[in-house]
């Protein structure tokens, strides 16, 4: 919500002396967050001044008309003689009344005005358009003021408005009645107890009789429909330049008098309007909810296909408009219409929202209408915005108007009056509960230390006692609350807290970079994985209230949020990417049910912790990484190196390192990976392996989904099952003596896993072994078709002395006897 300064002072009685950013940092600490403080026109300097065009000499010979004006500005220019000024616009005549740009004054966009010679003529300055002095957009020409707005040759920055401060309020959802002049002014006059004078309360007369027929299918959509009709509207009446100017300010865009009216009066009242053409309406306005089949084309020239759920305005003829969000094209006001139908309404919040969601359509309406707006001011709306078409437009205002309630239950809420020193901590002195909430217009009856409120309609925000104690503690302010250190005695990190935290220092330090990426995939990312459809990653839990239609599942996997990331770095020229994540994905329970919404004024019982435990998912943490292009660059030091399937399995290899357990390696086929260049990495636990995660190249077709680059690698492994099957480290034993190294070459056949191999020379070597390395794998015609020859190195060193040839042999070939045995293997001559 932006908020003119001087439009704000009309509501409160602000001392002078308080600056836009003074009255921003007070709004920021009472709860209505000041993003920006804008100075518009802070970069204008004159002189600019009012001018009266005197002779237009129409000048020819060129692509475009020109003009040669002489235009009255006074003294303003120090000899009194009209000034001669060349201008392209052709909506001014003679006599009228305009704004001058002397030489020496700037415009915005440090537009420097000054003399010069132009189509054959001397200029010196410039008749200046709204757009040009930062007014408002308008692109038709210069600005035409009305006779009697200001003298010719006086300043005309300040009667013009063009230097204000504006608030720019970001207006969290439960707060939709900041979304208004109305209520930013309440808070402003409760935060420095000046008076407020409330802009809605206007005379409202009884009807005379019944207006334009109107009717509300279903109190459950609407509990209140307000029609004020205007005869003898001139369409033509533009909108005064007072009212186009807060309107930029404010951020909406002029259009027309009727439009700009019920704009205007939904950012001082916080109630929308629509205004309809009446002629072009059939029969009895009715607010019911859209038929099946149903179609609409608004005012954005988009026919829309409506839901049962959507809350339609329909005449006799049809939905005329998508209630809350967009009014429908048929009946739109237009440049012949006199006579016009203003609407207000109440419509419910929930629904609201859900069509504009719906819909992919967020209206100014909309964003006021699913906050919550005042349900009471629908009448005094539509009388202020008939007024002021009678007032701009010529209009006839009806005295006979329609009005349909079906008034419900009024909100009532009991809290002791300390509750809200109980909440923040503080002791509140007395009366500082009854204080703050009549300041925000609540009623309420005192028994004792307990109060009965009831929260004014403009607040259906207010629902809870903790709700009135948020009102209080930010008035009294959130600063003011004491810091208090806590007093108790950590006991350091959790053995899972330190894994985490070394996997990733250790994952940065070779090279990968880390991301965060939202918990969310769609129906699209799944396929995109090349998943079966019995896949066990397709059963994910649907969020009830997704940020995006298009991903509406929790993750079952990390790689579509990495893959994403990697597509968005590409995209912006990053050849070379190396990212990695650590999060939870989240894999719901077989028949698990809805969780149940815990009451916030008590606990939850044992069983209802029960139940919510239940329903939630398993929620592992799991590490990935995925890369592309160069790992090794190439330069002046020797030829780079492509990422390939292997720099996956090391990142794989480099958690398990961290976190103390050794990573077997075997080849696999499993989505979204090449079924050639997969692998399925296990750790071994107590005496059996785990299924820790995959790594490998990427399948083409999940290449070309996510648009990643060709031959990317990626890896996934499941750290809670690593965690789970990690034993305690101890540090090893350094021993003084030397190492003895035996190397051994092995013909298997093609199909035998490296890993199985090495297992089983480890585990036949015994504990001389030190460590066994694979350094060489060949194949070729050496060795025979469908066979393959692996050469390890092997290294044996005792702590106790130095081992002697005889021993180191002897456990070489005790080594190669279990592989031979195992595997089938042969040692290469």
């Known amino acids: 919500m932006r908020v003119p300064m001087t439009w704000l002072r009309e509501y409160v009685e602000l001392p002078t002396d308080v600056t836009a950013r003074e009255l921003a940092s007070r709004l920021t600490l009472a709860g209505l967050e000041v993003e920006t403080v804008d100075e518009l026109g802070a970069d204008l300097t004159g002189p600019i001044v009012f001018g009266r065009v005197l002779q237009i000499e129409e000048l020819t010979g060129f692509k475009k008309p020109i003009r040669f004006c002489k235009v009255d500005v006074g003294s303003a220019n120090g000899s009194g003689d009209p000034q001669e000024i060349v201008c392209g616009a052709r909506n001014f005549s003679e006599g009228d009344l305009v704004v001058v740009s002397l030489p020496g004054a700037e415009l915005p966009g440090g537009f420097k005005i000054g003399a010069r010679k132009t189509y054959g003529k001397m200029s010196a300055g410039m008749i200046c358009s709204a757009t040009e002095l930062g007014l408002w957009e308008d692109h038709s020409g210069i600005v035409v003021l009305p006779e009697g707005f200001g003298e010719v040759g006086a300043d005309a920055i300040e009667p013009l408005g063009a230097r204000e401060d504006v608030l720019d309020i970001a207006v969290t959802p439960d707060r939709g009645y900041a979304l208004s002049m109305r209520g930013v002014a309440r808070d402003v006059a409760a935060l420095y107890g000046v008076d407020f004078h409330d802009p809605a309360e206007i005379a409202v007369a009884q009807p005379t009789g019944e207006g334009h027929p109107g009717a509300i299918a279903d109190p459950a959509l609407a509990d209140r429909l307000v029609l004020r009709g205007a005869t003898g509207f001139d369409p033509e009446a533009p909108t005064p330049l007072w009212m186009k100017r807060r309107l930029h300010q404010s951020g909406v865009r002029p259009v027309s008098l009727a439009v700009d009216v019920t704009n205007y009066v939904m950012l001082e009242l916080g109630q929308p ?182 929260p004014p309609s403009w607040r259906p925000d207010l629902t809870d006692p903790n709700d009135l104690a948020e009102e209080i503690i ?62 066990p990653r397709r059963v994910s839990m649907r969020l009830a209230n997704p940020l995006n239609d298009e991903e509406p599942l929790l993750r079952t996997t990390l790689l579509p949020g990495l893959f994403k990331a990697l597509a968005r770095n590409v995209g912006r020229g990053v050849t070379d990417v190396d990212l990695f994540e650590m999060g939870l994905v989240y894999l719901p329970k077989p028949g698990a049910s809805r969780a149940p919404l815990p009451p916030v004024d008590r606990a939850p019982s044992v069983a209802e912790l029960d139940r919510i435990e239940a329903a939630l998912p398993e929620q592992p943490r799991r590490v990935g990484v995925v890369i592309a292009g160069d790992v090794e660059r190439a330069g002046w030091w020797g030829q780079g190196r492509a990422a390939t399937w292997a720099d996956a399995i090391q990142a794989a290899r480099d958690v398990a390192r961290v976190a103390g357990v050794e990573l077997e390696v075997e080849a696999d086929t499993r989505a979204p990976w090449h079924p050639g260049r997969c692998a399925a990495l296990y750790v071994r636990g107590e005496g059996e392996r785990v299924l820790v995660g995959h790594a490998g190249e990427l399948h083409p077709r999940t290449v070309k989904a996510f648009s990643l680059p060709e031959r990317t690698v990626a890896m996934e492994v499941d750290l809670d099952l690593i965690e789970g099957v990690r034993t305690k480290v101890t540090a090893p034993e350094v021993s003084t003596y030397p190492v003895a190294t035996q190397d051994v070459a092995l013909v298997v056949d093609a199909s035998v896993p490296v890993a199985r191999i090495s297992a089983a020379l480890a585990e036949g070597a015994g504990e001389l072994l030190e460590s066994v390395r694979l350094f060489d794998v060949y194949t070729g015609d050496q060795v025979g078709q469908g066979r393959k020859s692996v050469a390890f190195a092997l290294r044996f060193r005792a702590a106790d002395r130095t081992l002697t040839a005889e021993e180191a042999g002897a456990a070489r070939e005790a080594a190669v006897a279990l592989a031979t045995e195992r595997t089938g293997a042969v040692l290469r001559g």
């Open 474 to 535: 930010r008035f009294e302010g959130y600063e003011n609350i004491p810091s208090i250190g806590f007093k108790g005695f950590g006991r350091g990190l959790t053995a899972g807290q330190r894994l985490r935290r070394a996997v990733g220092r250790t994952l940065a330090a070779v090279g990968h970079n880390e991301v965060l990426s939202y918990p969310f995939l769609g129906e699209r990312d799944l396929d995109g994985l090349q998943l079966e459809a019995d896949d």
């Open 273 to 454: 309007l629509h205004a309809w053409d009446r002629d072009r309406l059939t029969g009895t306005v009715t607010v019911r909810a859209a038929e099946a089949g149903e179609k609409l084309e608004t005012l954005d020239h988009v026919q829309r296909s409506l839901d049962g759920d959507d809350i339609v305005i329909a005449d006799e003829s049809g939905a005329q408009a998508v209630a809350g969000v967009m009014g429908g094209l048929d009946t739109e006001i237009g440049l012949s219409s006199s006579n016009v139908l203003v609407e207000a309404a109440h419509f419910d919040p929930r629904r609201i929202a859900r069509a504009s969601r719906r819909h992919q359509l967020s209206s100014e309406a909309s964003r006021r209408f699913e906050r919550g707006i005042d349900s009471r001011l629908q009448p005094a709306a539509a009388t202020r915005a008939v007024e002021l078409l009678a007032e701009l437009g010529g209009a006839s205002v009806e005295t006979a108007y329609t009005h349909v309630h079906h008034p419900g239950e009024p909100t009532t809420i009991t809290v002791r009056t300390g509750h809200a020193g109980s909440v923040a901590g503080v002791d509140y002195p007395e009366g500082t509960t009854e204080k703050w909430l009549g300041a925000i217009g609540c009623v309420f009856e005192a028994d004792g230390d307990v109060l009965t409120v009831t």
